[in-house]
């Protein structure tokens, strides 16, 4: 069974930053893309970043200068470094991943959230 646990939201001063990680776990042979999707209230769940396991990254218009995604392969790990922080981007942070458990077999993963909220 493959799970994806994301860690490090909580609260923060304007201006302030927070890094957030998400950590595969399970029988997983490969992991092509690792995704970071936010949630605010009453809004639609949107892509904030991607990154393929090449390291190629892709990011929303509203975040880019600001947050950094990153992974490390060897750790089936992804981060969402988040600096500059506004009230605006408070929403719940998900981790998504292509999950490949073996050559012939992907699918779609998602975690269970973390609360990020930015205080004015």
């Known amino acids: 069974q493959v799970q994806l646990v994301e860690s490090g939201g909580g609260l923060v001063q304007a201006g302030g930053s927070l890094r957030l990680s998400c950590v595969a776990s399970?029988?997983?042979?490969?992991?092509?893309?690792m995704r970071w999707y936010r949630q605010a209230p009453g809004k639609q769940r949107e892509l904030v970043a991607a990154?393929?396991?090449?390291?190629?990254?892709t990011y929303a218009d509203s975040v880019t200068g600001r947050f950094t995604i990153s992974r490390e392969n060897a750790k089936n790990t992804v981060y969402l470094q988040m600096n500059s922080l506004k009230p605006d981007v408070t929403a719940v942070y998900y981790c998504?991943?292509?999950?490949?458990?073996?050559?012939?077999?992907?699918?779609?993963?998602w975690g269970q959230g973390t609360q990020v909220t930015v205080s004015s």
């Open positions: 990154i393929t396991s090449g390291s190629s990254t």
């Open positions: 399970g029988n997983i042979y490969s992991i092509p893309v």
């Open positions: 998504n991943a292509d999950i490949r458990v073996s050559a012939n077999y992907e699918f779609d993963c």
